[in-house]
């Protein structure tokens, strides 16, 4: 079995692949558990990078709004999205909501939290105008390159497990209360 064969054989099976794509399988159990749509969205872009690169960018894209809708569902959430809101857009209320983009933030963490709305803007822009999703022509740069593909899909697994990550740690889900009968009259 050559090499590539047995990284995508891991990978489904979940098993850790150091030093290529560490976050993937990791990415895979939480959109499991927590984000069935994404989970979905996202499987079917994976098993796409080799074969159609373009089509796997634009349903990482997707997998990634899904994940941010989600978590923007939660009642705690004071914004609410219409579910029109693009990827950029989704990131922006994401992270006035997680106060990661605060003024009283030292400098370094306001440009990692810009990076973010920057990443996602990037994959957005990639998917709108570097892929078959708005229509090419020949003179158009259209992304092929699997190498560039498994980079766009790292991104996404990095930015999805933060925001996952930051959301289960500021907001807890509220543990539930056994109320069990006591058996007593009054």
């Known amino acids: 079995m050559s090499g590539n064969d047995l990284l995508k054989v891991a990978i489904d099976m979940g098993v850790d692949t150091p030093d290529f794509i560490p976050s993937i399988p990791t990415f895979k159990n939480e959109l499991k558990s927590e984000f069935k749509t994404a989970y979905d969205t996202f499987t079917k872009a994976f098993k796409l ?10 349903l990482v894209n997707s997998a990634l709004e899904s994940i941010i809708k989600e978590i923007l569902k939660d009642e705690r959430i004071n914004s609410k999205v219409k579910g029109t809101e693009t990827l950029y857009k989704l990131t922006t209320i994401i992270l006035k909501e997680f106060n990661i983009i605060d003024k009283n933030h030292p400098v370094e963490i306001k440009t990692i939290g810009s990076s973010l709305l920057a990443i996602s803007q990037s994959i957005e822009k990639l998917r709108s105008e570097k892929t078959d999703f708005h229509g090419k022509t020949a003179d158009d740069y259209l992304l092929n390159d699997t190498v560039y593909t498994y980079f766009i899909v790292n991104s996404v697994t990095t930015v999805g497990l933060f925001l996952n990550s930051y959301f289960k740690t500021k907001f807890p889900k509220p543990k539930k209360i056994n109320e069990e009968p006591d058996d007593l009259p009054f």
Not at 49 to 58: C, F, N, R, Y
Request: proline share 10%.
């Open 49 to 58: 990078i080799e074969t159609d690169p373009s089509l796997a960018v634009g």
